[in-house]
């Protein structure tokens, strides 16, 4: 679980701060700052996630079983891609 969790933050976190400075940024700061600037905002989120993780994986693990929500669906596809 907690690989999960650090790929998810690494994929995500890389696409929102991408996106977040594009937008905000864009035409007001050059490009390599705007660079600089994403994979520092970028990097510190992933660490976080990293760091938080001992507190993160406990949590969630009383959050499943106290709602009976760790289950897994059997013969259901979730493919966006299926037609």
């Known amino acids: 679980m907690s ?3 650090v790929l998810s933050t690494v994929v995500g976190q890389l696409i929102d701060s991408a996106t977040f400075v594009l937008v905000a940024f864009t035409g007001t700061l050059p490009t390599r700052t705007m660079a600089l600037v994403t994979f520092t ?3 510190v989120k992933v ?3 990293v760091a938080a993780l001992p507190i993160t994986l406990p949590l969630v693990r ?3 079983r106290k709602e009976g929500a760790d ?3 059997i ?3 979730f ?3 299926r037609f």
Request: charged share 25%.
């Open 75 to 77: 013969d259901t596809n």
């Open 62 to 64: 009383a959050l499943k």
């Open 3 to 5: 690989l999960r969790f």
């Open 47 to 49: 660490v976080w996630e």
């Open 41 to 43: 905002g970028w990097a």
């Open 79 to 81: 493919s966006p891609l």
């Open 71 to 73: 289950y897994f669906d």
